[in-house]
């Protein structure tokens, strides 16, 4: 018998995934530009021609590759908005948590939207992402925070400014924990929800920031 193992052939969408992962683990580690395709599938552990198959070119890819991040993200926080059933002080916690927990993927996602951002490279669909993140970062947490000054659970203050620089913050920890290697994601967003629990007038209840799953395996590619 022989002691050799046969890892496990992927489906079509555990393969598109996995070089999904590797294209984003290669443009965080690099900037994007002077990754190749072929590094991609090298990182992967398959042909080139397979990466071809799912992709029409790099571009396709890069884009493909954003989208499922962002996708990826907005998925967990997705979930855990189905548990606060509209309570403002618990939706503002679960797109916290989904930071903290989807931490790993949207540092890569960052550094990726950063790099593109001052690249010179102008692509419409990919402007058009990071746009509508953004976007919709800002209005959940508007959303919230009016539901909260209308309930009476939060003092009233300027939403869209307060909810603006509480985007802003998260910005500046992802890029902090990339500069300065430190790991303080969960620790920085836990002290960002008691500040703005502060800023709300918010005393007695906590804002959720529940601990990070373990990350998923992500499927090995077969022979």
């Given amino acids: 018998m022989s002691g050799k193992q046969t890892r496990k052939r992927l489906d079509p969408a555990e393969r598109k995934e996995l070089i999904l992962e590797g294209a984003l683990k290669l443009f965080a580690e690099r900037h994007y530009t002077t990754v190749t395709v072929r ?10 021609a397979l ?18 991040a962002i996708g990826e993200f907005l998925d967990s926080y997705s979930a855990r908005t189905a548990e606060e059933s509209g309570d403002p002080l618990g939706e503002i916690g679960a797109w916290l948590d989904a930071n903290i927990e989807m931490a790993p993927t949207l540092l890569r996602m960052v550094k990726l939207m950063a790099d593109y951002s001052v690249s010179g490279d102008r692509h419409d669909e990919i402007g058009q992402m990071i746009g509508e993140f953004y976007a919709r970062e800002q209005e959940v947490l508007e959303k919230a925070i009016r539901r909260g000054i209308r309930q009476g659970t ?25 500069s300065r290697a430190d790991d303080r994601i ?22 959720p920031t529940k601990p990070p799953k373990k990350p998923r395996r992500k499927p090995v590619a077969a022979d």
């Fill in 186 to 207: 969960p620790q920085d967003i836990a002290d960002l929800a008691d500040l703005l629990r502060r800023i709300l007038g918010v005393e007695e209840a906590e804002t």
């Fill in 154 to 178: 939060f003092r009233k203050v300027d939403v869209k400014r307060t909810a603006r620089q509480v985007s802003l913050t998260l910005d500046g920890i992802f890029h902090a924990s990339a």
């Fill in 39 to 48: 590094d991609i599938a090298r990182g992967c552990g398959m042909n080139v």
């Fill in 51 to 68: 990466i071809y198959h799912y992709f029409d070119d790099k571009d396709h890819l890069v884009r493909s590759t954003l989208a499922h």
